[in-house]
Nanobody, 123 residues
Framework: QVQLVESGGGLVQAGGSLRVSCAAS????????MTWYRQPPGKERELVAS???????NYADSVKGRFTISRDNDKNTVYLQMNNLKLEDTAVYYC?????????????????WGQGTQVTVSS
């Protein structure tokens, strides 16, 4: 069984910074791409940033230059450093990971999601 647990969300003033983390645990062979999504109030979930196992990154235009995604493969953890936060960054932030697990002597790649962490930016 694999679990993803986010942490680090909270309330911050506009212009401030916050770092959220997501740690994967369980019987993991390896983790491929890790991605942060967010769901603002009343809106659909959207991709924020992703990072491959080798460190290649991709960002939504709305966060480029303000957010930085990173990961620690030894700790199976992905981070999202958020700077110069804006009111519109308020959302529940979710991490998603492509996890390789061994089942019946075969390697399978499965998608796992965390439970989400609330980030609220106030004026």
């Amino acid at each position: 069984q694999v679990q993803l647990v986010e942490s680090g969300g909270g309330l911050v003033q506009a212009g401030g910074s916050l770092r959220v983390s997501c740690a994967a645990s369980g019987t993991i062979f390896s983790i491929n791409t890790m991605t942060w999504y967010r769901q603002p109030p009343g809106k659909e979930r959207e991709l924020v940033a992703s990072i491959s196992r080798s460190g290649d990154t991709n960002y939504a235009d709305s966060v480029k230059g303000r957010f930085t995604i990173s990961r620690d493969n030894d700790k199976n953890t992905v981070y999202l450093q958020m700077n110069n936060l804006k009111l519109e960054d308020t959302a529940v932030y979710y991490c998603q990971a492509e996890v390789r697990v061994i089942q019946a002597d075969q390697i399978h790649e499965l998608d796992y999601w965390g439970q989400g962490t609330q980030v609220t930016v106030s004026s």
